[in-house]
Nanobody, 116 residues
Framework: QVQLVESGGGLVQSGGSLRLSCAAS????????MRWYRQAPGKERELVAS????????NYADSVKGRFTISRDNVRNTVSLQMNSLKPEDTAVYYC?????????WGKGTLVTVSS
């Protein structure tokens, strides 16, 4: 079955960096667009970044453009999110997601906390 497992979250000071990873299994990873979302306390889940199956096209939320970079490794079946210049408002649980056969599959998320 489809499985997504995020890792790399933690506590970081404002201005710092973190790299999140999502390990995928149970589907042909190289043929699907992958997405990172986040959900801050008391807020709705929002799309942070997406990357097409070959990595040829990426898209970012305005709030993270120029600071976050999404990438993927179709050999290791992983998608990553490099987060630089982190701000307290980036504090959230970060999830990766794939739309597979018409259904959304989510990981359990990894918590990122940015202290001021």
């Amino acid at each position: 079955q489809v499985q997504l497992v995020e890792s790399g979250g933690g506590l970081v000071q404002s201005g710092g960096s973190l790299r999140l990873s999502c390990a995928a299994s149970g589907f042909t990873f190289s043929t699907y667009t992958m997405r990172w979302y986040r959900q801050a306390p008391g807020k709705e889940r929002e799309l942070v970044a997406s990357i097409t199956n070959t990595g040829g096209y990426t898209n970012y939320a305005d709030s993270v453009k120029g600071r976050f970079t999404i990438s993927r490794d179709n050999v290791r079946n992983t998608v990553s999110l490099q987060m630089n210049s982190l701000k307290p408002e980036d504090t959230a649980v970060y999830y990766c997601k794939v739309l597979w056969h018409g259904m959304d599959y989510w990981g359990k998320g990894t918590l990122v906390t940015v202290s001021s």
